[in-house]
């Protein structure tokens, strides 16, 4: 019975020293894995935290604290170092949840060294008194009743001239304590601010708090020459969390993060972490009478009385189902704003990590519309990469000599392709009437097809030409190309670089060709003559979208091939794709890439009024996509169950063109 006590008093020892929610509230996993709070007379935890009322009560995790400290054991449990980085809306708890992970190594472990790096002052003061709290509520050994301590004497408590304080702790009886401190753990609060030197701690703990508002130079310095110190090796942790401010180094951490998250190919250690507004139950006020609420939810989206405070609702219960009582706390945090602007509250709290990041200038589309956008590359299937290769090859005359000229293009995965081939994303291969199937499958019943499922494909391929070419001091544009089918509007295949642009013709001509002899849509502007032309003149390529307007000086009417963007056309390619968004209609396949839905984020209106994408970022992929939706909506898609198209036969004659 004695070795059995023993063997439970150990197991109960190494899980307050590692098991984060059972320490701090006595959280558990049932049978089923689920977490549980304790029960009345269960073990409470061993810390103490003040709630929004300032009572003391047991520090039990929420959701998304859980979540957190999830994330973090994973990667323990995997032999890594603990790494992850936090984009917040205010006052979900995660710095405390740090914290309080912080204090238990160090007040349960030997040698332990955990640094807390806050934006100011302030921030850093209300941390340390937290942690300072959370120490002296611990239980003693008689109150715990397991059989061993875990409240650590406080050997040490002091402040720096630089503004740095800690806490030292050690005791014979709990962690071994040897001359000069060695073997005990340090707790230390630091700043933003102030000077690299100090104590020169090398932390195996480190949380940097709010550094989305470090931006000073001494402050970038400082959080460099920190995360340099940290060794990356197991039992180290390092959470660097904030909320948004604009498209600053977090914002570019946290899309590397996000993106390494989901991409094999990548590495990165930093596992993201979000939490919208909107799963906080404390975000949310009561109605004081059912009358009241009727009323307010027949306010909902009402924009002609309550302007841009109402315009995002509907989409907000549509996407995350909100309720009038959420809504009705939004209403009122925005009112609260010296601004009363949606934009700074969607960086305060936002309801998606893409809308948080809004920069100097004002997105075009509305950032609801953003979200549902991401939304919906969320749930498209992974694309396949590959290249095209010419087949079927002929020489034909051009204006300069002769050109060779596929009259097919075959598809090549992507681990055959040979160095140089610029590679293609594909979510669906084109579409063949003549081997379409003549029955479907669905919900395990066998049906004939419909003459919508045994369609020749109708495809648009739309090209944004890159407008500069990389030089000495800054690389250039990216080509963009996007595939659509004509007929659901789907985004269908991708491809972005900055390919030589002599060599974007042929590639554009493939996959027209691919895709069943498509509608070719080339952006003019800039560089874009010189992709149209060879399109048109040397490789004659029929299906071009042609741009058709009276020129009122010459009194004649222009058919060129190629597509202009314009002051006039602009506007009307993003009206079209704000209806397309804010439609329930067209949903499925609308966006399909990530990038592309992203770069929505970062679509600005300028100080002068000016739409296109924020200085250092990107829009390439967003006019690609506007573009291809504004020429499909121009131009009908060709009848279901109409004659087939016959295959691509350029013509040869020896002059003219």
């Known amino acids: 019975m004695a070795a059995v006590a023993e063997e439970e008093r150990r197991a109960a020892e190494h899980r307050l020293r590692y098991d984060t929610p059972f320490w701090a509230g006595g959280v558990t996993r049932d049978s089923s894995g689920r977490w549980v709070t304790p029960a009345p007379g269960a073990f409470q935890g061993c810390a103490k935290i003040l709630d929004k009322r300032k009572v003391l009560v047991p520090a039990i995790a929420k959701p998304w604290q859980l979540e957190l400290d999830e994330a973090l054991e994973k990667q323990r449990a995997a032999g890594l170092p603990m790494r992850v980085l936090i984009l917040k809306a205010r006052k979900l708890g995660m710095s405390t949840w740090i914290a309080l992970k912080f204090l238990q190594r160090v007040t349960q472990l030997a040698d332990q060294a955990a640094v807390v790096v806050a934006q100011d002052v302030n921030t850093a003061g209300e941390i340390l008194q937290m942690a300072r709290r959370a120490y002296a509520n611990l239980p003693t050994e008689d109150q715990l009743g397991m059989g061993f301590p875990i409240k650590p004497g406080l050997i040490g408590v002091g402040e720096t001239k630089n503004g740095r304080q800690h806490m030292i702790f050690g005791e ?298 990389a030089n000495t001091f800054s690389q250039g544009d990216y080509h963009a190309v996007k595939v659509y089918d004509h ?40 560089q874009g003559i010189a992709v149209v032309s060879p399109l048109e003149k040397d490789y004659r390529y029929k299906k071009m979208f042609r741009r058709q307007r009276i020129d009122t000086v010459r009194n004649t009417r222009e058919n060129k091939a190629g597509w202009e963007t314009t002051n006039v056309t602009k506007p009307a390619m993003e009206a079209n794709l704000m209806g397309l968004l804010g439609s329930d209609v067209r949903d499925e396949g609308l966006v399909r890439d990530p990038e592309t839905a992203r770069q929505l984020t970062t679509y600005v209106i300028d100080e002068k009024g000016r739409h296109g994408a924020q200085a250092g970022e990107y829009d390439d992929l967003v006019v690609a996509w506007m573009i291809g939706q504004m020429g499909m909506a121009m131009k009908h898609p060709p009848k279901i169950g109409g004659k087939r198209v016959e295959g691509f036969k350029p013509k040869d004659p020896l002059t003219g063109y």
């Open 172 to 469: 014979q009886s709990r962690v071994r304590r040897m001359e000069g401190a060695m073997g005990s753990s340090i707790f230390e609060i630091d700043t933003a601010g102030s000077p690299t030197s100090g104590r020169g701690t090398t932390p195996n703990l480190l949380h940097l708090s709010e550094v989305a508002f470090w931006e000073s130079e001494q402050a970038t310095r400082k959080m460099l020459a920190m995360l340099e110190a940290l060794p990356y090796e197991q039992e180290t942790i390092c959470a660097i969390e904030s909320t948004a401010n604009g498209l600053n180094h977090f914002y570019r951490r946290w899309i590397s993060a996000r993106e390494g998250s989901t991409d094999p190919v990548r590495v990165e250690v930093y596992t993201p972490i979000f939490v919208p507004w909107w799963r906080d139950p404390d975000c949310s006020m009561r109605f004081p009478t059912a009358e009241e609420r009727e009323r307010f939810i027949e306010s909902i989206g009402r924009t002609a009385d309550l302007g841009e405070l109402a315009e995002d609702e509907p989409m907000l219960v549509q996407l995350y189902g909100a309720t009038p009582e959420q809504l009705l706390w939004r209403r009122m945090k925005i009112q609260e704003q010296p601004d009363k602007s949606v934009q700074t509250f969607n960086q305060e709290n936002p309801h998606s990590d893409e809308v948080a990041f809004i920069g100097s200038g004002r997105t075009v589309f509305p950032s609801i519309l953003i979200t549902k956008a991401i939304k919906a590359v969320e749930a498209a299937p992974e694309p396949v990469s590959g290249v095209l290769r010419p087949a079927q090859e002929v020489e034909r005359r051009s204006r300069s000599g002769t050109v060779i000229v596929p009259g097919a293009a075959v598809w090549v995965p992507a681990e055959r392709a040979k160095p140089g081939e610029h590679l293609l994303r594909v979510w669906e291969h084109p579409r063949k009437a003549a081997i379409a199937p003549a029955t479907v499958l669905e919900d395990g019943v066998e049906r004939e097809a419909t003459d919508f499922e045994r369609r020749q494909g109708a495809y648009y391929v739309v090209a944004d030409v890159a407008s500069g070419e």
């Open 487 to 526: 007929h659901t509007r789907a985004e269908v295949a991708t491809h972005k670089s900055r390919m030589d642009i002599h060599e974007l013709p042929i590639f554009l001509l493939l996959l027209a060709i691919y895709y069943n002899e498509a509608r070719l849509m080339v952006e003019v502007n800039n």
